[in-house]
Structures are given as structure tokens and as C-alpha cells.
Nanobody
Framework: QLQLVESGGGLVQPGGSLRLSCSGS????????IAWFRQAPGKEREGISC????????NYADAVKARFTISRDNAKNTVYLQMNSLRSEDTAVYYC???????????????????WGKGTLVTVSS
């Protein structure tokens, strides 16, 4: 059973940066595409970035494109989300989720996720 734990959240000023980590245990992340989601107060959860299991494919929501970068280090069983130029509207609880990938398919998505972390809070405020 794969378990995911997010870390790296906190309080940051507008324009600042944070790097979130999603660490896996109980199973290797090599077989999973990973996605980052966020849920702001009073809003629905949204998928913002994902990466295929071999890191050959990434995807970004328009709201974070060119500011956020997703990456993974399968040797460390960890996926990262580097967040730059943070804005107040980025304030949310950030979650990572994993979807099992079968075969040599270089994709990722925001649906049919098999495992979820409990989230880490990011607050962007002066």
C-alpha cells in the first residue's frame, strides 16, 4: 500500500518561492504518475500539475504555468513542486496523489487517482 506525505508548505510573501515534496513509502513511486492538486478555502479541489512515472511527460494548469515546476527523483521516491512568483491566490492546501501506470505509457492525469496524501498548507500573504 503506497502512502504519500506532503511537506514544505508554510507562510510566504507574495513573489516568494516554496518547494513542496511528496514522499512515498510502502511502495516505489516508479510505477505511478503523480499529480499535485490544491484546494483553496471555499473552492473545489483543482489539479495543477502532473508528471508521468518516468518523468518524460509533464502537464500544468494555466494558473500555474511558467511559475511552477514539477519534477521527480525516483531514487528518493519523491516528487517535487517548485513554486515561484507566488501570489495570494495560490493560498491553498496542496495535495499530491498517485495513479498506477501499467506498461510503458508516458502519461499523467488528474483523474482516477489511487492514493492521496493528507495535504500541506501554503499561505501567501504579506
Amino acid at each position: 500500500q503506497l502512502q504519500l506525505v506532503e511537506s514544505g508548505g508554510g507562510l510566504v510573501q507574495p513573489g516568494g518561492s516554496l518547494r513542496l515534496s511528496c514522499s512515498g513509502s510502502g511502495s516505489t513511486l516508479d510505477d505511478y504518475a503523480i499529480a499535485w492538486f490544491r484546494q483553496a478555502p471555499g473552492k473545489e479541489r483543482e489539479g495543477i500539475s502532473c508528471i508521468s512515472n518516468r518523468a518524460g511527460y509533464t502537464n500544468y494548469a494555466d494558473a500555474v504555468k511558467a511559475r511552477f515546476t514539477i519534477s521527480r527523483d525516483n531514487a528518493k521516491n519523491t516528487v517535487y513542486l517548485q513554486m515561484n512568483s507566488l501570489r495570494s491566490e495560490d493560498t491553498a492546501v496542496y495535495y499530491c496523489a498517485a495513479r498506477r501506470i501499467f506498461g510503458n505509457i508516458n502519461i499523467c492525469s488528474y483523474t482516477n487517482m489511487n492514493y492521496w496524501g493528507k495535504g500541506t498548507l501554503v499561505t501567501v500573504s504579506s
